[in-house]
C-alpha cells in the first residue's frame, strides 16, 4: 500500500508543478485530495487494514497528503502572482493618452446669435419684445406707415403680393401699429423677424431679419433715440463706437435718420478700409422720430400726436452679423456649410 502511496505522490508533485493556471491546480486539487480521490480514500481505509500495516500506510498516506497540500499552496501562490502580473499588463491604461473625442454638439446659428444679443441689449434698456405676422396686410405694411401710394416700393418688382390687399411683409415696421393698437402709451417694443422682399445678390437674399425698435412716451426726443442707439452700438461693436446720424427719408419718420458707427475695423495705413471705405462710419440702421401721420392712424388708442412723441429704428439682422465677423457673402448665413457655421460657437 505504501508503495502505491508513493506513486501517488510522485504522479501528484509531477502535476502540480507542471499546473498552468490556478483553474488547472484547484482540478489537480480535487483529483488527488477531493472527497472521491485515492488517496484520502487510503486514509479513510485504515482501520480495515490488517494492525501492522495501519502504522505504515496511515503515516506514508498522512505526509504525501500534507506534502501535497503544502505544494499546491506554494504554486497556487506562484500562479496567482503570475496571473496578477499578466492581468496588470493586459489591462494596464496609458493615462497619458487624449480621452475619447467629446461628442460635437451644436450650437446656435450666427444669425440666432446675433439676434438674441441685440435683443439683450435692448431689454436691458427696459424694452420688451413683440412679434408680428409675416403675412401682413398693405394697410399695415404700407398705407398706416404713411407710404405714399405711388411710393416704388409698393410695386410687384420689389413686394411679394399674396393678392392685392395681402403681401409678405416687407419690414418689422408694421408691428409699430399693431403694437399700438394693442396698448396704450408709454410703450417700448423691439420687434425681431422675417421680412421678405425680391431681392437676391452678395447682400441681398429674399428673406432676411429685421429688428424694429419703437418708444413712445410723452417726452421722447431725438436725444434719447442717439443714446439709445449710442448704446446699442457701444454693446454690440465695442465701447469705443461713437454714433453719427445723417439726414434720410422714410415715410413714417419726420424728421428721418440714418445711422451710422464709427469703423471697428484695424485701419493699415496705405490700405483702404473694406468696410467703412477710409469714411471711418458705417451705416447700421434707418431710423427717426415717429411721423405724427403715423399716430393719426392709431389715435382712438390713446396715441395722440399732440400729446406724445415715439421714435423708432430698424435694423437688419444679417447685416450686423456680417459687418460684426466680417462675413463677406450674405448668402453664407444660408448655405448651412458647416465649415463656416462651426466658425461661430
Ligand atoms: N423699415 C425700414 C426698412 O425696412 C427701416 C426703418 C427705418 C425702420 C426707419 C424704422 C425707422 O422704424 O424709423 O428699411
Redesign the pocket.
Known amino acids: 500500500m505504501t508503495g502505491r502511496i508513493a506513486e501517488l505522490r510522485g504522479e501528484a508533485e509531477a502535476a502540480i508543478a507542471a499546473a498552468a493556471t490556478s483553474a488547472e491546480l484547484e482540478e489537480l486539487r480535487v483529483r488527488y485530495l477531493g472527497r472521491k480521490a485515492e488517496l484520502p480514500n487510503i486514509l479513510r481505509g485504515i482501520a480495515a487494514l490488517a494492525p501492522e500495516q495501519r502504522g505504515p500506510t496511515g503515516k506514508a498516506a498522512n505526509q504525501a497528503r500534507q506534502a501535497l497540500e503544502a505544494l499546491i499552496g506554494q504554486r497556487a501562490e506562484q500562479l496567482a502572482g503570475g496571473e496578477l502580473e499578466e492581468q496588470l499588463q493586459r489591462d494596464v491604461v496609458d493615462v497619458t493618452l487624449p480621452g475619447a473625442p467629446p461628442q460635437p454638439v451644436g450650437h446656435l446659428h450666427l444669425l440666432t446669435a446675433t439676434r438674441r444679443e441685440i435683443e439683450d441689449v435692448f431689454l436691458g434698456l427696459g424694452f420688451r419684445i413683440a412679434e408680428g405676422p409675416e403675412v401682413e396686410t398693405v394697410y399695415y405694411n404700407f398705407d398706416a406707415l404713411n407710404f405714399d401710394v405711388t411710393h416704388p416700393t409698393r410695386g410687384r418688382a420689389d413686394t411679394f403680393y399674396v393678392n392685392d390687399d395681402v403681401v409678405l411683409r416687407?419690414?418689422?415696421?408694421p408691428m409699430?401699429l399693431r403694437a399700438m393698437e394693442a396698448e396704450p402709451p408709454p410703450l417700448y417694443i423691439i420687434v425681431p423677424g422675417r421680412?421678405y422682399r425680391r431681392d437676391s445678390d452678395a447682400t441681398h437674399t429674399p428673406q432676411f431679419h429685421?429688428i424694429?425698435?419703437?418708444a413712445v412716451d410723452e417726452d421722447v426726443t431725438l436725444a434719447d433715440l442717439k443714446g439709445t442707439l449710442l448704446a446699442f452700438a457701444r454693446a454690440i461693436f465695442g465701447r469705443d463706437r461713437e454714433v453719427r446720424l445723417r439726414p434720410h427719408f422714410?415715410p413714417?419718420?419726420e424728421p428721418?435718420i440714418e445711422v451710422d458707427v464709427s469703423c471697428f475695423m484695424a485701419h493699415v495705413p496705405g490700405e483702404r478700409c473694406r468696410v467703412c471705405k477710409d469714411t471711418g462710419w458705417i451705416e447700421i440702421?434707418?431710423?427717426?422720430m415717429?411721423d405724427p401721420n403715423v399716430f393719426g392712424y392709431v389715435a382712438e388708442y390713446g396715441y395722440d400726436p399732440e400729446r406724445i412723441q415715439g421714435?423708432?429704428?430698424?435694423?437688419g439682422i444679417e447685416r450686423i452679423a456680417m459687418l460684426r465677423h466680417g462675413v463677406p457673402d450674405l448668402r453664407l448665413l444660408y448655405d448651412n456649410d458647416a465649415r463656416f457655421l462651426e466658425q461661430f460657437g
Open positions: 416687407t419690414h418689422t415696421s409699430q421680412v429685421q424694429e425698435g419703437l422714410f413714417f419718420t428721418s440702421l434707418g431710423a427717426g415717429v421714435f423708432a429704428f430698424g435694423m
